[in-house]
């Protein structure tokens, strides 16, 4: 309690440095006119409510719920912001803290890959820019501890994403703590282990969301083959922070910390989208409508995130977390479903002869033998339960080929009923041999289908994250680019001044002169 009071005081009342430089130095002037700025941000806030809230987050939370989303929508103060989140996720952990310290003198297999995509996390922001500096060091310790804090999830392209927005706010410590609390109680872990079972999963939930709500625009989604895969996954994975600017991501972690993070991811990507649906359904081109998904919905709001944010806290009575839960058993039982017709597409692929017991293989071979000691004559077409093929399909094929073979022994009948006497009908052996040879190329054929359609479902999987890849990479070659242009505005301009005053000096000189 102390602790955070004497922090509030400190913001409160925070302690001036007095300059002994010349005091017409534009730095002091700048100085100056921030800490201006800064003594009416702090007057606007409600010190009362929040220091509440900081020493116990349940109990506001419980006792004042509306009076919260209110100022939730409202943004926290960005000088409380880090302070308010680690209340809200409880984050702070002695044991936590004290296994960082002990993580850091540690080497991790992840090292080499974590440094080398260190350049590549908010390369816009000042705190990471320079290389090795101060930012990006504490973002590669937490990188490396966490990789070494939970070995199955390790590390993953995309983490220092959400770690960023953390250290802007927080120390590298607390930063750490919070991203546990994160990834384990806020449920972004799953997104991130190898197969990456939560995202298909969020990305399932939110097709279903999308189709429910906004049945018009998934319709046109799916029209032009856009699949929620090619442009949701980046803001699932971090929380918008990819290609959104901060000061919205910094209000998405806001409400994420106070409502769940699959929930505002939901409500966020729902809000971006209704907001455009007029816009994305007059797209007709692939290209056009996933480079708009990509770069260009926030542009509705002018850059301002409460309306997003309003929009999307809206949506909470049609989002919930039971709706979510709902969606969650809904994909369960059908990738249960999927693996129960891959399992038969198996069994018709081998005719039945894996998945039986021993049990069942001994019964089945001594009714074969039995048959072989009697008189023989149905030998050669008994068909145990073990050799029916398993599908629907397949049993009609069956009835085909049984058909067939009727049609052909009958045939057969007629034309030699003008020379023999009629005789019981029995199959012959080469009308055997024919049917089996039908079942031999079937079962091929099964198996050629099986084996293509793998073939087809990884090739998609492969050049749909190529697509979500080159994306990303020509969001990052925009960004580049947009710098070197500001870079080169800001040089032609200082190079405009210079010149001015250059001319103004030949002027003023050929006037003195002229004198």
């Known amino acids: 309690m102390d602790v955070v009071q004497s922090l509030i005081d400190d913001i409160k009342n925070p302690v001036i440095d007095t300059v002994n430089s010349d005091p017409s130095s534009t730095i002091i002037k700048k100085q100056n006119k921030r800490r201006d700025s800064n003594d009416e941000e702090t007057k606007k806030i409600d010190w009362d409510f929040w220091t509440a809230l900081i020493q116990d987050y349940t ?59 260190l350049a590549r996390t908010f390369p816009g922001v000042e705190l990471f820019k320079e290389e090795n500096g101060r930012g990006q060091t504490m973002l590669w310790n937490i990188l490396k501890a966490y990789s070494l804090y939970d070995p199955l999830v390790g590390y993953c392209q995309g983490l220092g994403f959400l770690v960023g927005p953390l250290l802007m706010n927080m120390s590298e410590a607390q930063a750490f703590c919070v991203f546990v609390r994160l990834m384990e109680t806020y449920d ?45 996954s980046q803001w699932f994975l971090s929380l918008f922070a990819y290609t959104y600017p901060l000061p919205l991501v910094f209000r998405i972690y806001d409400v994420v910390f106070a409502e769940g993070a699959p929930e505002t991811i939901m409500r966020v990507a729902i809000a971006l989208l209704k907001k455009n649906e007029e816009r994305l359904l007059d797209l007709g081109e692939f290209e056009d409508l996933l480079d708009f998904l990509t770069s260009r919905l926030y542009e509705t709001y002018d850059n301002e995130p409460t309306g997003l944010i309003k929009d999307a806290m809206e949506l909470s009575s049609v989002i919930t977390k039971g709706k979510l839960d709902e969606l969650s058993e809904t994909y369960v039982h059908d990738m249960e479903d999927q693996k129960k017709r891959a399992e038969e597409l198996v069994a018709v692929r081998f005719n039945g002869r894996f998945g039986r017991s021993k049990k069942d293989k001994k019964k089945d071979d001594s009714k074969r033998r039995e048959k072989r000691s009697g008189d023989g004559k149905s030998d050669r077409w008994s068909f145990n339960a073990a050799s029916l093929p398993s599908s629907r399909h397949s049993v009609a094929t069956m009835q085909n080929l049984s058909t067939s073979s009727t049609s052909s022994t009958s045939s057969d009948l007629s034309a030699s009923s003008d020379n023999e006497a009629p005789m019981p009908v029995t199959p012959s052996s080469a009308s055997f041999s024919n049917n089996s040879a039908s079942m031999g190329v079937l079962h091929q054929q099964i198996e050629d289908l099986v084996s293509a359609l793998s073939v087809l479902q990884k090739e998609h999987a492969d050049v749909t994250e190529q697509l979500v890849s080159i994306k990303m990479e020509k969001i990052d070659l925009v960004n580049e680019v947009e710098e070197l242009n500001n870079r080169l505005r800001k040089e032609n301009k200082r190079m405009s001044i210079d010149s001015s005053m250059t001319l103004n000096n030949d002027e003023g000189f050929e006037s003195g002169r002229s004198t």
């Not at 018009?216 to 856009?226: Q, R, S």
């Open 59 to 117: 109990a506001v939370a419980t006792k004042l719920p509306h009076l919260l989303a209110a100022k939730i929508q409202q943004g926290l103060p960005s000088k409380l912001r880090g302070l308010i989140w680690q209340s809200m996720c409880q984050a702070s952990s002695t044991y936590l803290e004290t296994m960082y310290s002990q993580l850091l003198s540690e080497s991790s297999p992840y090292d080499k890959i974590i440094q080398r995509d």
């Open 188 to 232: 972004m872990r799953t997104m991130f282990t190898l197969n990456m079972e939560g995202l298909q999963q969020r990305l399932y939930q939110f097709s279903c969301l999308l189709s429910q709500i906004l049945p018009k625009l998934h319709a046109h989604f799916h029209l032009h083959g856009i699949q929620s895969a090619m442009y949701a």
